[in-house]
T-cell receptor, first 114, second 112 residues
């Protein structure tokens, strides 16, 4: 099955700096790559996603890049703020034969210090 | 529109006891999923359903059973709870052909 690896497991940055989280996947049939943010005790919330026919997507301070050849994708957060502190998960999914189920990475705990 | 709801929010079980977790969604979503989340492990798929009356196994199905008798509900059963099933359980749902999944608030289960 699909194996998604995520790095780093923890990341500490100063407010205003950029943060980058990287993920690799193993199944070349995967074609959907979402990123979730999870605050302590809360449910995962989708923050951005990208499909395999797109190389980059941006939404204000957040961007995701995808390299299908290398089978890796990354989350970029610019101008970080303390409220960005949370655990971030990447995931990969392929189409209907797996019910669009998500295979998650193990998460990155991001701490933004003022 | 409540979205995805889960019942109960918290539960403590003794080893060998059984229980059922209920997931309900009011968005008319076809697909529903059960994940478990353990510290340092991310979320792992237990079972999923692509429609009423159909279920399939995910990555970690052992020790769990599921049923989807109504489109809006997806039940997760533990027949004989074990301490290894201590976890936070999340339900999610999505529309046909739409990858985006909407998560419920989670159920924190402790098995002693």
């Amino acid at each position: 099955g699909e194996n998604v690896e995520q790095h780093p497991s923890t990341l500490s940055v100063q407010e205003g700096d950029s943060a980058v989280i990287k993920c690799t996947y193993s199944d070349s049939a995967s074609n959907y790559f979402p990123w979730y943010k999870q605050e302590l005790g809360k449910r995962p919330q989708l923050i951005i996603d990208i499909r395999s026919n797109v190389g980059e997507k941006k939404d204000q301070r957040i961007a995701v890049t995808l390299n299908k050849t290398a089978k890796h994708f990354s989350l970029h957060i610019t101008e970080t703020q303390p409220e960005d502190s949370a655990v971030y998960f990447c995931a990969a999914s392929k189409a209907a034969d797996s019910g669009y189920a998500l295979n998650f990475g193990k998460g990155t705990s991001l701490l933004v210090t003022p | 529109n409540a979205g995805v709801t889960q019942t109960p929010k918290f539960r403590v079980l003794k080893t060998g006891q059984s229980m059922t977790l209920l997931c309900a969604q009011d968005m008319n979503h076809e697909y529903m999923y059960w994940y478990r989340q353990d510290p340092g492990m991310g979320l792992r798929l237990i079972h999923y359903s692509v429609g009423e009356g159909t279920t399939a196994k995910g990555e970690v199905p052992d020790g769990y059973n599921v049923s989807r008798l109504k489109k809006q509900n997806f039940l997760l059963g533990l027949e004989s709870a074990a301490p290894s099933q201590t976890s936070v359980y999340f339900c999610a749902s999505s529309l046909v052909g739409n990858y985006e999944q909407y998560f419920g608030p989670g159920t924190r289960l402790t098995v002693t």
